[in-house]
């Protein structure tokens, strides 16, 4: 499984949020592999779950995979709870 965790410019705030999903990874006791990248090559990058803000991930077209949008990046609780379901 491969999570993608977008933002606009595909740098700081991604990469942050990219290790806040791999801790909430841990957390589940799920496996996966977790990258960051910006909106722009998300299009064009597959991947089984894109996460992100809701302004950047909902830009992307539906059927890319699953989108979770997050309201608050920091949040391994909130992360933890959109996936869960999804692995």
């Known amino acids: 499984m ?9 740098l700081g705030s991604s990469f942050i949020m ?3 999903v791999k801790k909430a990874l841990i957390e589940l ?4 592999e977790v990258t960051h990248t910006d909106l722009a090559s998300a299009k064009g990058e597959k991947a089984d779950i894109y996460i992100g ?3 950047i991930v909902n830009q992307l077209p539906e059927e890319r995979g699953h989108i979770v949008s997050i309201v608050n990046m920091m949040s391994i609780s909130e992360i933890k709870l959109k996936l869960k379901p999804l692995l």
């Open 18 to 20: 990219e290790l806040i």
């Open 29 to 32: 006791g799920k496996v996966a």
């Open 53 to 55: 803000a809701d302004d």
């Open 2 to 10: 491969k999570i993608l965790v977008v933002c606009g410019n595909g």
